[in-house]
């Protein structure tokens, strides 16, 4: 291992993250054709309805009972960065806020005091397969901002800026800038009480597809304080700086200087997290991150008393109309189209 590449680590359900961020999950789902309802057309018996993690023929229903995904549920004390690859996602919440988003488009949630929402995952191909991926990364907030009024902002797959890099031998490497400058890409503005949206936060996400034995320079973070992490999670091997890791594969990188990426023999995908971290306790119970267990038992206490503003939907796994497109709703009424 060089000195570039301080650690790796295999890839589980779960991936491996350090201070700034939370969590890092990767669902990629092959789900079959949609019946009526905008769920499987198939039969769910065998299934742990509610809690279906399992991965039964490539897919999950996770917490739904219909249609797959995530019915409403809390948080308080960090954001949500949820990347839709493929599929769409039907967001409600207790704000009144709706929104269908996928195919390329970024939600980023600040849960703040606290939100109830639901991540829903409508199937509408009744005549083939409905894929879906996507990655949810959990961003934590600094204790003077963990009590900030909820936002959502929605990032239209339009509005994510590319780099298109080649190499000496005309390979392509490119990066689409979620969050974090890199060269001339000036990423979307994160939401205003965001670590993101602090100047020295660091704060990156990148998605970095590159063609088969492509070469590329990932250049060094603005602050040597900052931790980066890079996930392989696509392509046989990726070279970084003479270390060769798997797919699959975690790897913790320095952040003193840049490192050179070598794509294997088939094309690589990665994720790239950095930021500084925030250095604070982090006390942890479920779907609250706050500093002190105090705090956790304060927030089971505000959302048994206030259900963060109650649920003003009339399930608790609202999805679309089948044909509405992807769209945003936010809490004072403003709508935007993707």
């Known amino acids: 291992m060089t000195d570039s590449v301080l650690q790796t680590v295999a890839l589980?359900?779960?991936w491996p993250t350090v201070d700034p961020f939370l969590f890092c999950a990767h669902h990629d789902d092959a789900y079959p054709a949609a019946n009526a309802d905008q769920g499987p057309a198939v039969s769910l018996a065998g299934?742990?309805?509610?809690?279906?993690?399992d991965g039964i023929d490539g897919w999950n229903m996770y917490h739904g009972s219909v249609v797959p995904g995530f019915p409403q549920h809390p948080h308080r004390g960090f954001e949500t960065?949820?990347?839709v690859r493929t599929g769409l996602i039907d967001h409600s919440d207790s704000l009144g806020a709706a929104a269908r988003f996928g195919r390329g488009d970024v939600q980023w949630l600040t849960a703040?005091?606290?939100?109830?929402?639901?991540?829903?995952?409508p199937l509408l191909d009744?005549?083939?397969p409905n894929p879906v991926e996507l990655f949810q990364i959990w961003l934590n907030l600094p204790a003077a901002d963990k009590m900030t009024d909820p936002y959502f902002t929605m990032i239209w797959d339009r509005d994510v800026p590319r780099v298109d890099a080649v190499d000496d031998a005309g390979r392509h490497t490119s990066v689409a800038v979620v969050a974090g400058r890199l060269d001339t890409a000036e990423p979307p503005t994160p939401?205003?009480?965001?670590?993101?949206?602090h100047e020295d936060a660091d704060v990156a996400i990148w998605l970095i597809r590159m063609e088969a034995g492509a070469t590329w320079d990932l250049p060094a973070p603005a602050d040597e304080s900052s931790v980066r992490t890079l996930y392989c999670f696509e392509g046989t091997t990726l070279d970084i700086d003479g270390t060769e890791i798997g797919a699959n594969t975690a790897a913790l990188?320095?952040?003193?200087?840049?490192?050179?990426?070598?794509?294997?023999?088939?094309e690589v995908e990665c994720l790239v997290l950095q930021g500084r971290p925030i250095g604070e306790p982090v006390e942890r119970y479920g779907p609250f991150v706050m500093n002190a267990r105090e705090e956790i038992e304060q927030a089971f206490a505000d959302y048994q008393t206030t259900q963060f503003g109650g649920w003003p939907w009339p399930t608790d796994d609202p999805v679309h109309q089948p044909e509405s497109e992807r769209f945003a709703r936010h809490a004072d009424g403003r709508t935007e189209l993707g």
Do not use: K, Y
Request: charged content about 10%; aromatic content about 6%; overall charge negative.
């Open 126 to 128: 009744q005549s083939g």
């Open 12 to 14: 589980g359900p779960q």
């Open 191 to 197: 939401p205003p009480n965001s670590w993101a949206a």
């Open 47 to 53: 299934r742990n309805l509610g809690m279906d993690f």
């Open 253 to 266: 990188v320095t952040s003193e200087h840049g490192v050179t990426l070598t794509a294997g023999p088939t």
């Open 81 to 83: 960065v949820t990347i």
């Open 112 to 121: 703040g005091r606290g939100i109830v929402h639901a991540e829903m995952f």
